[in-house]
């Protein structure tokens, strides 16, 4: 079983830069897909990125392209999410998903597929 560390994030001002990582204990993440969602109060969550196999394929949300990048680096089993351009919508507490390649059956973009979770960290953008 795959245990997902999270850390980072923290309290930014609108336009700053932060970054999240997402250890993974124990497995070499170039067999799973992980995966960043989050979720804001009083609202469901959703799909941030997502990498696959350790740069191989990326993906992103149309709200986060071309700001924020998810990257990995598979000698330290770790996958992080570099936020660029903060908005205050970008406020929400983000999770780190993962799941087996092999037995991934998608999409991507939809939590219900990813078996594995870290915590969740706190990101806040203030205006």
């Known amino acids: 079983q795959v245990q997902l560390v999270e850390s980072g994030g923290g309290l930014v001002q609108a336009g700053g830069s932060l970054r999240l990582s997402c250890a993974a204990s124990?497995?070499?993440?170039?067999?799973?897909?992980m995966g960043w969602f989050r979720q804001a109060p009083g609202k469901e969550r959703e799909f941030v990125a997502a990498?696959?196999?350790?740069?191989?394929?990326?993906f992103y949300a149309d709200s986060v392209k071309g700001r924020f990048t998810i990257s990995g680096d598979n000698a330290k089993n770790t996958v992080s999410l570099q936020m660029n351009s903060l908005k205050p919508e970008d406020t929400a507490v983000y999770y780190c998903?993962?799941?087996?390649?092999?037995?991934?059956?998608?999409?991507?973009?939809?939590?219900?597929?990813?078996?594995?979770w870290g915590q969740g960290r706190q990101v806040t953008v203030s205006s």
């Open positions: 990498i696959v196999g350790i740069d191989v394929n990326t």
């Open positions: 998903a993962a799941d087996l390649i092999a037995s991934f059956s998608g999409p991507y973009y939809d939590a219900r597929q990813y078996n594995y």
């Open positions: 124990g497995h070499t993440l170039s067999r799973y897909i």
